[in-house]
């Protein structure tokens, strides 16, 4: 997602929860110019905004980002079926931990936060 297409979705997702950029810039403590330029694609946001962003939002920074977390496995495992490894029960067994994993780190990130 590139820095436009953040913004879009940042202001998509600020209408779903009816906030106001305003409100987040408040809530946030981010200048809200800065969030209006992150808003238009003009700035990258930083680690921290993604984290505080997605915490006002009530969302993960995977979400924020538009990313699901099953995504990633879901196209290495594609990607091994293409490629005549599907019946391999290691892939199979990697990919599974993968998977579980990924799902693992985003859990104890909704605990944590």
Do not use: W
Not at 28 to 52: A, F, K, M, N, W
Not at 79 to 99: C, H, I
């Amino acid at each position: 997602m590139d820095r436009k297409q953040f913004g879009k979705h940042l202001t998509a997702l600020l209408k779903e929860k009816g906030a106001s950029n305003r409100k987040l810039a408040d809530s946030c403590r981010i200048p809200y110019s800065t969030v209006v330029s992150i808003e238009y694609g003009h700035s990258d946001v930083t680690q921290s905004q993604l984290e505080t962003i997605a915490d006002f939002l009530q969302v993960t920074p995977l979400q924020l980002l538009g990313l699901h977390v099953s995504e990633p496995a879901i196209t290495i495992e594609a990607r091994f079926r293409v490629q005549g490894y599907e019946t391999d029960p290691e892939v199979n067994k990697a990919l599974e931990f993968a998977s579980n994993f990924l799902t693992h780190i985003e859990e104890l990130k909704q605990l944590g936060g």
